[in-house]
C-alpha cells in the first residue's frame, strides 16, 4: 500500500510558477512508477508527467513539454512537479498517482492516488 498527499496548490498569477510535492508513505517507492494527472472542471482527468522507478528521464505530456518538469527523490519518498509560464488553462485539481506496473499515461492502470491539490492561475 502507498498512500499520497499532494501539496503546494494555491492561486498562481498567469506566468508565474509553482512547485507540487507529493509525499509517499507506507513503503518505499524506489521500485514505483510515478505520475501526475490533472483534472479542470468539466474536463476529463489528463496525464501530466511520469516517472519510472527505473530511473529514466521523467516523461512528460507532450502539450506541456517545456513548461513542466517532473523529479523524485525515493530516499524521502517525495516526488514533484515543478510548473512554470502557468496560463489560465492550466487551472485544475493535480493528482499523484502511484503503481508497481509501468502504466505510462494511462490513468486506469495506477493504483494508489492522493487526494488532489487545486491549482488556479489568475488570468
Known amino acids: 500500500q502507498v498512500q499520497l498527499v499532494e501539496s503546494g496548490g494555491g492561486l498562481v498569477p498567469r506566468g508565474g510558477s509553482v512547485r507540487l510535492s507529493c509525499a509517499a508513505s507506507g513503503r518505499t517507492i524506489s521500485d514505483v512508477n510515478m505520475a501526475w494527472f490533472r483534472q479542470a472542471p468539466g474536463k476529463e482527468r489528463e496525464f501530466v508527467a511520469g516517472?519510472?522507478?527505473?530511473?529514466?528521464?521523467?516523461f512528460i505530456g507532450d502539450s506541456l513539454k517545456g513548461r513542466f518538469t517532473m523529479s523524485r527523490d525515493n530516499a524521502k519518498r517525495l516526488v514533484y512537479l515543478q510548473m512554470n509560464s502557468l496560463k489560465p488553462e492550466d487551472t485544475a485539481v493535480y493528482y499523484c498517482?502511484?503503481?508497481?506496473?509501468?502504466?505510462?499515461?494511462?490513468?486506469?492502470?495506477?493504483?494508489?492516488w492522493g487526494q488532489g491539490t487545486q491549482v488556479t492561475v489568475s488570468p
Open positions: 516517472s519510472r522507478w527505473s530511473g529514466e528521464s521523467p
Open positions: 498517482a502511484a503503481s508497481r506496473p509501468f502504466s505510462g499515461g494511462y490513468e486506469v492502470g495506477y493504483e494508489y
